[in-house]
């Protein structure tokens, strides 16, 4: 943002319980609503903030999320508390740039109908979703045979499953080319990270779960790819830095020049490609078997998933432990087949208190 | 075109000396009018066709490539024979499909005027183009840092220069990948048919030669590319078949569904990329030299390459004889800067002469 102030004028923000770097970053960026998660925190930032509206709670991510003069959101909440506030501002009519996996995983359908019907475009910040979207941009749809979703495999790609039962939280925490947060390096580790972006594929790009494979391709330099019906393959390549898809999503559909950004195929090494092994990362297959059931089913694996994740990096239970909670929650749940935001979040509750139980009975 | 009766009607065909594929093609095809080369041949297929007009000669090929109700022109005649009637078509505002070299690289200033003057468009059908086609398309060409031509670096590939003085036809005529004529094979082994193609290129995305790369990679399943401002790279993959290309080429902006085209990475083996070397294989950068100086020089390497590579092909020459002969001739051309096609075919002829005492005097 602050390399091209010319294009990007950051009018709202919000910053949950890091309210020093609200602070901070409300005043470099010169915002003018700032939300931070407690109460005592906004008394304080409308002290040092003069002029600028500070709330809190939900009430301030609503506020900041449909904002009047606004043409974009970067929805980047961490979880379902996300949901909520970008889709009021798609119901609102406007875009966002969708980095929060848990807006399309939770309610795709519900999300994209409001969308569908305000006109507000949702653009992709997830790199593998940027490179579909970048690779069949300006293409019919109807020439789209499939889309490849590339996965690195993950810190254990290769291993079996007869070698995944001790496996560490340290062990799972080691990503060979994206730094990320413990929890998504840990979905990347399961391939369940995969299994929602085939969910979210499934709902940006309207294709069927079918329609959407997974190939892995350790290197991550082809970021995605769509396959069209003549047998032509269109890809995006790039190195693994998040400000090109980033940038790309708030720009789109111009581009901004970015610094140090240029793949150097001289200096890669091979690149490979092979199948994902459901066997010993079940939760991939887990994602695809929730799609087909649709309606709450995939909020239910989301739900059940993260906190069998924040288990599992807790040394409560072990690593296949997480697909097995899931494949239980979802064997519990009685999909509502239709649902809306609300339902859709209350499934994604139920799943979190299904596996809390489920830990509980089962803790190391 | 076979396959898709539905979409496409063959109104003209030219087959030069081939009048047997002609008088077969014709009645297979339903085409109305058929240019042969050789006068009898026309005579003996008026006989044998009744009411197809067959005209033989230069005035058949102008005549086939201007056909009223003509939508779209395949241009594929091997050779600078190809120029004339290329031309005339996009001076009459028909489309054409682009197989043959020489209409670019002899006088793509010319042609490219003579496209946009009458609105005519200009598809490529050569694999690389039409992966950058494909790569560009719907995106803003400002956008565009680079294309990164792939080559497969032809049956030569990692031979050191000093290796390549004693190469044989026969060594020089094993591609990898691809099946073509011996002309474009032995092209291939040189470099020039990558350094003809970046001429192409030049002309067909309107990008000055430092905008265009070439990159070894020997699996040939990334096609080409395209580098954006951003870092973005899109490229076009698929299988080493040319029927994709051209049936994009006929078809665009749809895309027929063809069998056998899958690409199976699972099958396919590591994808590599290195620089090309320019001292083994110096013709990629008289291709360049020649695009810098640009007017005639193009027409020249063309014309000069050609003569060269009939005569390493007879044993007249030495593999290495050909990059010599090539910088001779260019060396010795006094570039108009903006020819007429009639100039550049001129400068074309003058190169073959040139090219003819050149391998006289130096012949084994």
Avoid at 200 to 214: C, H, N, Q, T
Wanted: hydrophobic share 45%; with cysteine.
């Amino acid at each position: 943002m602050n390399e091209f102030p010319e294009k990007f004028r950051v009018k709202a923000l919000a910053a949950g319980l890091r309210a020093d770097r609200a602070l901070e970053q409300a005043k470099l960026l010169g915002a003018e609503i700032v939300a931070v998660a407690r109460e005592e925190d906004a008394k304080r930032l409308r002290g040092e903030l003069p002029g600028v509206e500070v709330l809190h709670g939900e009430e301030g991510l609503l506020r900041v999320a449909t904002a009047e003069g606004v043409q974009m959101v970067l929805s980047s909440i961490v979880g379902a508390a996300g949901l909520k506030p970008t889709y009021a501002a798609l119901k609102a009519g406007i875009d966002v740039a969708v980095a929060n996996k848990e807006v399309l995983v939770v309610a795709g359908e519900a999300v994209m109908k409001a969308a569908k019907s305000s006109g507000a475009r949702i653009l992709p910040v997830d790199s593998e979703h940027s490179a579909i979207f970048q690779a069949i941009e300006g293409k019919d749809p109807a020439q789209i045979k499939r889309i490849i979703l590339t996965a690195s495999g993950g810190a254990l790609r290769g291993k079996k499953r007869h070698e995944l039962d001790g496996v560490t939280a340290k062990e799972a925490l080691c990503h060979p080319n994206w730094s990320m947060g413990p929890k998504i390096t840990v979905d990347s580790a399961t391939l369940m990270n995969k299994g929602l972006e085939v969910i979210e594929a499934r709902w940006l790009f309207g294709m069927p779960a079918d329609k959407i494979s997974v190939l892995v391709h350790p290197q991550s330099v082809i970021h995605s790819m769509a396959e069209f019906i003549d047998g032509s393959i269109i890809a995006q390549l790039g190195v693994a830095d998040m400000r090109g898809p980033i940038a790309y999503a708030l720009s789109h559909p111009e581009r901004v020049p970015l610094g140090s950004m240029e793949l150097d195929f001289l200096k890669m090494g091979p690149l490979t490609f092979s199948e994902p092994d459901l066997e010993a990362f079940p939760s991939l297959g887990l994602a695809y078997d929730a799609i087909r059931e649709g309606g709450t089913m995939p909020a239910v694996l989301s739900g059940a998933n993260e906190i069998a994740v924040a288990a599992f990096l807790d040394s409560r239970i072990k690593f296949m432990d997480i697909p097995a909670l899931v494949a239980d929650a979802m064997e519990a749940h009685d999909t509502d087949k239709d649902p809306s935001v609300e339902t859709a979040l209350s499934a994604d509750g139920w799943a979190r208190r299904f596996a809390a139980g489920w830990i509980e009975r089962r803790a190391l």
